[in-house]
T-cell receptor, first 111, second 115 residues
Framework: GQSLEQPSEVTAVEGAIVQINCTYQ??????LSWYQQHDGGAPTFLSY??LDGLEETGRFSSFLSRSDSYGYLLLQELQMKDSASYFC????????????WGAGTKLIIKP | DAGVIQSPRHEVTEMGQEVTLRCKPI?????LFWYRQTMMRGLELLIY????????DSGMPEDRFSAKMPNASFSTLKIQPSEPRDSAVYFC?????????????FGPGTRLTVL
């Protein structure tokens, strides 16, 4: 089967750095995406990694290791507004243009 | 660009009534997805379309649910008859399948409450 695993909840302090991990088992792989969803809102696209390495976009960075079937989302200088759920999702050659989703990680930020 | 448009934003109905949710995808996108989200079950894919054709409806809970996409700019999700357990937020998302990562853009959702 195809599956993604990510922690259900992560807690961090305002101003700190937090890493949200995602491991995947899929038949084939194109890339790993991250989405953010605030309470009461819709998921919004954050980043996409197709190649190994770190991609940085402001305070957020996303990392991929294809050989380890692993990626993470790194959030720096945490702000209260970063409190949200974060989903990893994988695209594959067999998925017929749909994404395979993780269950989401709820990020709780304490002052 | 207006983004994905969903209507209504909120729907409260009584058990047994028919409910129709509507979605207008982003212009030019050729894939459309219907999701349901609850605290208990998380984000579930119900059905998706490529070029207006249903590809996978294995996520549709039962025959009470049906979805159509009569053209590239409109889709509906219908529940008939509705039941309290159908209460959830229903999201529509669209994507351009040729874009790397199959990035999906979500509408604001319809919050459905079945009494």
């Amino acid at each position: 089967g195809q599956s993604l695993e990510q922690p259900s909840e992560v807690t961090a302090v305002e101003g700190a750095i937090v890493q949200i991990n995602c491991t995947y088992q899929t038949s084939g792989f194109y890339g790993l995406s991250w989405y953010q969803q605030h309470d009461g809102g819709a998921p919004t696209f954050l980043s996409y990694n197709a190649l190994d390495g770190l991609e940085e976009t402001g305070r957020f960075s996303s990392f991929l290791s294809r050989s380890d079937s692993y990626g993470y989302l790194l959030l720096q200088e945490l702000q209260m507004k970063d409190s949200a759920s974060y989903f990893c999702a994988v695209s594959t050659p067999d998925s017929n243009y749909q994404l395979i989703w993780g269950a989401g990680t709820k990020l709780i930020i304490k002052p | 660009d207006a983004g994905v448009i969903q209507s209504p934003r909120h729907e409260v109905t009584e058990m047994g009534q028919e409910v129709t949710l509507r979605c207008k995808p982003i212009s030019g996108h050729n894939s459309l997805f219907w999701y349901r989200q609850t605290m208990m079950r998380g984000l579930e894919l119900l059905i998706y379309f490529n070029n207006n054709v249903p590809i996978d409806d294995s996520g549709m809970p039962e025959d009470r649910f049906s979805a159509k996409m009569p053209n590239a700019s409109f889709s509906t999700l219908k529940i008939q008859p509705s039941e309290p357990r159908d209460s959830a937020v229903y999201f529509c998302a669209s994507s351009l399948a040729l874009v790397a990562g199959y990035t999906q853009y979500f509408g604001p959702g319809t919050r459905l409450t079945v009494l």
